[in-house]
């Protein structure tokens, strides 16, 4: 093939592989005979059409760029080949409708190529289609109401507050009459800068804002963290303070005589008092504040407060303390509301200062005799039981208070009250997360509650000189902030009558006041894979979430009266490649959507259905049937599930590992329930009478390995003074364990048993049942890929345990069957991959005999279980092999650091020797499966048991 024809294919296969290629247009520009010939239309253009002017696609004009880059012509390079390569990287425009403005601001938004394809398509679309977009849909309430406020709502070159049409127009390239729909639909997913005042932080809003930028910024209390007051227009000026809720319109008036028929009141203010000192309130003194808080000349007092009140630090004038005011109304910090905006709101705008100052004095004098308490309010659960919200810096008994409302008494019996922790309270007071202050309590009443319905408020009375206004809430949102607390608290520290009480009168109130879930789309999208019931422990579910606007603050599963914990106290996030392919003008390819998670709550059954509910940041709660499979799976099947998506090389999923995936696998694990009589014992010949030593085989996977190994053993006349115990692990192959134990017995005449459970124990439980089964008081553990390799070695060993003193365990070399060592002691390591645990290692495997450690009895630390010889009464007085060790890992070297630390001593005779079929070589690290991430899972179990026991073991072998 020529140069020429392989530049050819390669170009075509540019076009293919970019997707960029628009046949029906290509279509209409070719003669007929195209058609005729069924020509391949790429191929076509790649060596005809580009040269007769024609274009590959709505984005490209072929004339215009050979025209515009000289260069480009001269070279008799394809045009369009060349702006996929090189063009669009040097912002080269493709289009005369494209402008440079538009190429920068998406080469600055994304970063594969097919992406930015894709924006020039649909921004020649929108530019061809003229589409407009509902300009009054996509305003906010609040927006609304100011456009009605200011008398602009005719404005309809004004789309948005923070959107200019005109200048977008412009400096995009795009017909001004469908500026709002391009940037709605396409431009804010590029960070195309909507108006010219915003143009000097779009960079910042980019490193802030993921996903759909606007929409956050304009949903943010001030959007003056980010933007300078004085670059904004004069209209998004009062938007700012408008949205503040803290200019009086017709105090303002009245105040500086303002002429309201010239200019609107806000907008003056806006545009000349705020910057001459004017107020915009009664109780707000600008003046007064600059000199206070010593703002420089650039530094506008309102604008400074609008910024910073949350810190407390700031008073908006010297007759309202912010801090004071807060602590009688906490709930303001906890919902972020400005506090002189509460103020001005609950008094009317008739109200003269003096009556203010009253109302401010008297709650400061209330301050400087040290408020204790404070009800925030209190709510109807039941026709008999109230709830009542609040805090208190020492203890109060509601018991011994007086309870009365329209002069009416109550009589109470408080039958729940807990302390909990409160950002706003615990802040206001300088104190740490240690102090609960915040406190919610269930009384119940003698009278019906309903009577309260016609009530606004419950006088609470403590002492003579203490009494208190706690505020009735009838309005259905309100059960939304205790059903939050009732959430955020769902553990052990909370009475669980008081979870079942809350939640059997909430729930039917949180369905009835619940958004519908695809109100929501447009701020997160989640997903649920797959929900599985963990008995005993909660739901497992995979999923993925995007939700780059933080609009979700936790997630729950309920079932009846159960609610469990919230998703986000148990969950790892990764990467998900479908989820971004799906979304990507949502999210970026790092971005981590993929979501594992438990919802704890032991008591949940398969007996009812479940619902999702999701709590927002903004106060909504979002209920949403959930669909949970109950069914009863094996162990190793919620391991799977919980271990797929972990990735053990990562820090934070290591993490993961010790937390809620550890407890999904010691859950499935413990609660496999080993408790109970054998299924069943058989014997194969006589049982030997008085046995020297049980030895105790556990058959998985593989039935076969008992002809073998009985094979060898049949051999030496020792092992008919032995008891063989094979214990079936695996009820799989049960057909086949029985027709090998049976023709295994016929042929070699060796006498043994089997001792069968029913199900699979994992190593360490299938060794403890047969110890349960054995006669003798000396045990042998023994896999059943260990094959003899001479006769006496049973015997060597029985004698070696017997002769020497305080012995514990004793192991044997194991040989691969290649005579090279596969066994000869274990030792303990830290690998760079995995620095914070400690990993067993064979020293010496795969070497041959005559380069290895001296056939001699040796004093050791730890000897692998595949081997391993111990009294029947040490075993039983340490309490066998370790259980929780989930299917079989380091459970050996766990019985080997227990007995060491009662004082015994480990051996390993290298005198004797065994094969063990184990493989040769197995590259531990490259292993993804969810078998080494369980091994990884027991390795971490057996540091944090042992690790400054095998720190100082390896810090002695080092000297």
Request: charged fraction near 20%; charge should be negative.
């Given at each position: 093939?020529?140069?020429?024809?392989?530049q050819?294919?390669?170009?075509?296969d540019n076009i293919?592989?970019?997707k960029?290629?628009?046949?029906?247009?290509?279509?209409k520009?070719?003669?007929c005979?195209?058609?005729e010939?069924d020509i391949?239309?790429i191929r076509h253009f790649c060596?005809i059409g580009?040269?007769?002017g024609l274009?590959?696609?709505?984005w490209?004009?072929t004339?215009?760029?050979l025209?515009?880059y000289p260069?480009?012509?001269?070279?008799?390079?394809?045009?369009?080949?060349?702006y996929?390569?090189k063009?669009?990287?040097?912002?080269?425009l493709?289009?005369p409708?494209?402008?440079?403005?538009f190429?920068?601001?998406?080469q600055?938004?994304?970063?594969k190529n097919?992406q930015k394809?894709?924006a020039?398509?649909?921004h020649?679309?929108?530019?061809?289609?003229?589409?407009?977009?509902?300009s009054t849909?996509?305003?906010t309430q609040?927006?609304?109401i100011?456009?009605?406020?200011?008398g602009?709502?005719?404005?309809s070159s004004?789309?948005?507050?923070?959107?200019?049409?005109?200048?977008y127009?412009?400096?995009?390239?795009?017909p001004q009459e469908s500026?709002?729909?391009?940037?709605?639909?396409?431009?804010?997913?590029?960070?195309?800068?909507?108006?010219?005042?915003?143009?000097?932080?779009?960079q910042?809003?980019?490193?802030?804002?993921k996903?759909?930028w606007?929409?956050q910024?304009?949903?943010?209390?001030h959007?003056?963290d980010?933007?300078?007051?004085?670059?904004l227009?004069?209209i998004?000026?009062?938007y700012?303070?408008y949205?503040?809720?803290?200019?009086?319109?017709?105090?303002?008036?009245?105040?500086?005589?303002i002429?309201?028929?010239?200019?609107h009141s806000?907008?003056?203010?806006?545009?000349?008092?705020?910057?001459?000192g004017?107020?915009?309130?009664?109780m707000f003194?600008?003046n007064?504040?600059?000199?206070?808080?010593?703002l420089?000349?650039?530094?506008l007092?309102?604008i400074h407060y609008?910024?910073?009140?949350?810190?407390?630090?700031f008073n908006?004038?010297e007759?309202?303390s912010?801090?004071d005011?807060v602590?009688?109304?906490?709930v303001?910090?906890e919902k972020n509301?400005?506090?002189?905006?509460y103020?001005?709101?609950?008094?009317?705008?008739?109200s003269s200062?003096?009556?203010?100052?009253?109302s401010?004095?008297?709650n400061?004098?209330?301050i400087e005799?040290?408020?204790?308490?404070?009800?925030?309010?209190?709510?109807?659960?039941s026709?008999?039981k109230?709830?009542?919200?609040?805090?208190e810096l020492?203890?109060?008994d509601?018991?011994v208070a007086?309870l009365s409302?329209?002069?009416i008494?109550l009589n109470?019996n408080?039958?729940f009250k807990?302390?909990?922790?409160?950002?706003d309270?615990?802040t206001?007071?300088?104190k740490?997360?240690t102090?609960?202050?915040?406190?919610i309590?269930?009384?119940?009443?003698?009278t019906?509650a309903?009577?309260?319905?016609m009530s606004?408020?419950i006088q609470?009375?403590?002492?003579a000189?203490?009494?208190?206004?706690?505020p009735?809430?009838?309005?259905?949102?309100a059960y939304?902030e205790?059903f939050?607390?009732?959430a955020k608290h769902n553990?052990?520290?909370?009475?669980k009558d008081?979870?079942?009480i809350?939640l059997a009168d909430m729930?039917?109130i949180?369905d009835?006041?619940?958004?519908?879930?695809?109100s929501y789309?447009d701020?997160f999208?989640?997903?649920?894979?797959s929900?599985?019931?963990?008995?005993?422990?909660?739901i497992?579910?995979k999923g993925?979430?995007?939700?780059t606007?933080d609009?979700?603050?936790?997630i729950?599963v309920?079932q009846?009266?159960?609610?469990?914990?919230?998703?986000?106290?148990n969950?790892?996030?990764?990467r998900?490649a479908?989820?971004f392919?799906a979304?990507?003008?949502?999210i970026s390819?790092s971005f981590?959507a993929g979501?594992l998670?438990?919802?704890?709550?032991?008591?949940?059954?398969?007996g009812q259905p479940?619902k999702?509910?999701?709590?927002t940041?903004?106060?909504?709660?979002?209920?949403?049937?959930i669909?949970?499979?109950?069914s009863i799976?094996?162990?190793s099947q919620?391991?799977?599930e919980?271990?797929?998506?972990?990735?053990?090389?990562?820090e934070?999923h290591l993490?993961?590992l010790?937390?809620f995936?550890?407890e999904?696998?010691?859950s499935?694990w413990?609660?496999?329930s080993?408790e109970g009589?054998?299924?069943?014992?058989?014997?194969?010949g006589h049982?030997?009478k008085?046995?020297?030593?049980?030895?105790?085989?556990?058959?998985?996977g593989?039935?076969?390995?008992?002809?073998?190994q009985l094979?060898q053993?049949?051999?030496?006349?020792?092992m008919?003074?032995?008891?063989?115990?094979?214990?079936?692990?695996?009820p799989?192959?049960?057909?086949?364990f029985?027709?090998?134990?049976?023709e295994?017995?016929?042929l070699?005449?060796?006498?043994?048993?089997t001792v069968?459970?029913?199900?699979?124990?994992?190593?360490?439980g299938?060794?403890n049942?047969?110890?349960?089964?054995a006669?003798?008081n000396q045990?042998?553990?023994l896999?059943s890929?260990?094959?003899?390799?001479?006769?006496?070695?049973?015997k060597?060993m029985?004698?070696?345990?017997?002769q020497?003193?305080?012995?514990?365990?004793?192991?044997?070399?194991l040989?691969?069957?290649?005579?090279?060592i596969?066994?000869?002691?274990?030792?303990?390591?830290?690998?760079?991959q995995?620095?914070?645990?400690?990993?067993i290692?064979?020293p010496?495997?795969?070497?041959p005999?005559?380069?290895?450690e001296?056939?001699s009895?040796?004093?050791?630390?730890?000897?692998?279980?595949a081997?391993?010889?111990i009294?029947k009464?040490?075993?039983?007085e340490v309490?066998?092999?370790?259980?929780?060790?989930?299917?079989g890992?380091?459970?050996?070297?766990?019985?080997c650091?227990t007995v060491?630390?009662?004082g015994?001593?480990?051996?390993?005779?290298?005198r004797?020797?065994?094969?063990?079929?184990?493989?040769?070589?197995?590259?531990l690290?490259?292993?993804?499966s969810?078998k080494?991430?369980?091994?990884?899972?027991?390795?971490?179990?057996h540091?944090?048991?042992?690790?400054?026991?095998?720190s100082?073991?390896?810090?002695?072998?080092?000297?």
């Amino acid at each position: 093939m020529t140069k020429s024809k392989v530049q050819l294919e390669s170009h075509i296969d540019n076009i293919k592989s970019n997707k960029v290629f628009n046949y029906e247009l290509y279509v209409k520009q070719v003669e007929c005979y195209v058609l005729e010939n069924d020509i391949d239309l790429i191929r076509h253009f790649c060596e005809i059409g580009w040269t007769e002017g024609l274009n590959p696609c709505s984005w490209f004009d072929t004339n215009y760029y050979l025209n515009k880059y000289p260069d480009v012509k001269s070279s008799q390079v394809n045009p369009f080949i060349h702006y996929l390569i090189k063009g669009i990287e040097e912002n080269r425009l493709p289009h005369p409708h494209i402008s440079l403005n538009f190429i920068e601001a998406i080469q600055l938004s994304i970063s594969k190529n097919i992406q930015k394809f894709d924006a020039l398509n649909k921004h020649i679309f929108f530019i061809k289609n003229n589409q407009l977009y509902n300009s009054t849909k996509s305003l906010t309430q609040q927006e609304k109401i100011f456009w009605e406020y200011v008398g602009n709502s005719q404005n309809s070159s004004m789309m948005h507050i923070y959107f200019d049409d005109e200048w977008y127009s412009r400096i995009y390239g795009i017909p001004q009459e469908s500026a709002w729909s391009h940037f709605i639909e396409l431009g804010k997913w590029l960070y195309l800068t909507p108006c010219e005042s915003l143009f000097p932080f779009m960079q910042k809003v980019r490193e802030i804002f993921k996903g759909d930028w606007f929409t956050q910024l304009m949903a943010l209390p001030h959007r003056l963290d980010i933007v300078d007051f004085l670059s904004l227009s004069d209209i998004q000026k009062s938007y700012e303070i408008y949205s503040t809720g803290l200019f009086d319109e017709t105090w303002y008036v009245r105040q500086y005589d303002i002429d309201d028929s010239s200019t609107h009141s806000l907008i003056h203010f806006c545009k000349n008092g705020v910057f001459e000192g004017k107020n915009p309130n009664n109780m707000f003194d600008q003046n007064w504040y600059f000199k206070k808080y010593q703002l420089t000349e650039k530094q506008l007092a309102i604008i400074h407060y609008i910024r910073n009140w949350h810190t407390l630090k700031f008073n908006p004038s010297e007759l309202f303390s912010i801090k004071d005011y807060v602590s009688s109304h906490p709930v303001l910090l906890e919902k972020n509301i400005e506090p002189l905006y509460y103020l001005l709101k609950d008094n009317s705008k008739d109200s003269s200062i003096n009556e203010i100052k009253k109302s401010v004095q008297k709650n400061i004098v209330t301050i400087e005799e040290h408020i204790d308490c404070y009800f925030d309010y209190c709510l109807k659960l039941s026709d008999n039981k109230l709830i009542i919200v609040g805090w208190e810096l020492k203890p109060i008994d509601l018991n011994v208070a007086t309870l009365s409302f329209n002069n009416i008494s109550l009589n109470q019996n408080v039958i729940f009250k807990s302390n909990f922790y409160r950002k706003d309270v615990n802040t206001l007071y300088q104190k740490d997360d240690t102090y609960n202050l915040g406190t919610i309590t269930i009384i119940e009443i003698e009278t019906s509650a309903s009577i309260l319905d016609m009530s606004t408020n419950i006088q609470i009375k403590l002492t003579a000189n203490s009494e208190y206004a706690c505020p009735f809430f009838k309005e259905k949102h309100a059960y939304l902030e205790v059903f939050k607390f009732v959430a955020k608290h769902n553990d052990a520290t909370v009475n669980k009558d008081f979870l079942t009480i809350c939640l059997a009168d909430m729930l039917p109130i949180i369905d009835e006041v619940a958004s519908k879930a695809n109100s929501y789309e447009d701020f997160f999208r989640i997903n649920v894979d797959s929900a599985t019931l963990i008995p005993k422990l909660g739901i497992l579910v995979k999923g993925w979430a995007i939700d780059t606007m933080d609009y979700i603050n936790s997630i729950y599963v309920v079932q009846d009266n159960l609610l469990s914990s919230d998703l986000y106290d148990n969950a790892e996030w990764f990467r998900r490649a479908d989820v971004f392919e799906a979304h990507p003008d949502l999210i970026s390819d790092s971005f981590k959507a993929g979501m594992l998670g438990l919802f704890k709550n032991s008591a949940f059954t398969g007996g009812q259905p479940f619902k999702f509910i999701i709590v927002t940041n903004y106060g909504d709660i979002i209920v949403r049937p959930i669909k949970v499979s109950t069914s009863i799976k094996a162990p190793s099947q919620y391991m799977q599930e919980a271990l797929q998506h972990l990735n053990v090389n990562n820090e934070l999923h290591l993490s993961s590992l010790q937390g809620f995936v550890g407890e999904v696998i010691d859950s499935v694990w413990t609660n496999k329930s080993v408790e109970g009589a054998f299924d069943s014992i058989k014997h194969y010949g006589h049982p030997v009478k008085n046995p020297k030593c049980s030895i105790i085989i556990p058959i998985y996977g593989r039935s076969d390995f008992i002809f073998y190994q009985l094979a060898q053993m049949s051999q030496d006349p020792f092992m008919k003074e032995v008891e063989i115990i094979y214990v079936l692990d695996d009820p799989r192959i049960i057909d086949q364990f029985e027709k090998y134990s049976s023709e295994s017995y016929e042929l070699f005449q060796l006498p043994f048993k089997t001792v069968q459970y029913g199900r699979n124990l994992g190593y360490a439980g299938a060794n403890n049942m047969g110890c349960k089964a054995a006669e003798s008081n000396q045990l042998l553990l023994l896999n059943s890929d260990v094959m003899p390799k001479d006769i006496g070695w049973l015997k060597q060993m029985l004698d070696i345990y017997g002769q020497e003193k305080d012995i514990g365990i004793l192991g044997a070399r194991l040989l691969f069957e290649d005579n090279t060592i596969q066994h000869d002691g274990l030792e303990y390591f830290k690998s760079p991959q995995y620095p914070s645990f400690w990993l067993i290692d064979h020293p010496g495997k795969g070497l041959p005999i005559s380069l290895a450690e001296p056939a001699s009895l040796k004093q050791i630390d730890s000897v692998t279980g595949a081997c391993l010889m111990i009294s029947k009464d040490l075993y039983q007085e340490v309490g066998g092999l370790d259980e929780s060790y989930a299917y079989g890992d380091f459970e050996d070297s766990d019985l080997c650091l227990t007995v060491l630390s009662l004082g015994f001593k480990n051996y390993i005779d290298r005198r004797i020797s065994l094969y063990h079929l184990e493989r040769q070589s197995q590259n531990l690290f490259d292993d993804i499966s969810w078998k080494f991430k369980l091994t990884i899972f027991n390795a971490l179990k057996h540091t944090y048991r042992w690790d400054s026991t095998i720190s100082k073991i390896t810090k002695s072998i080092g000297n």
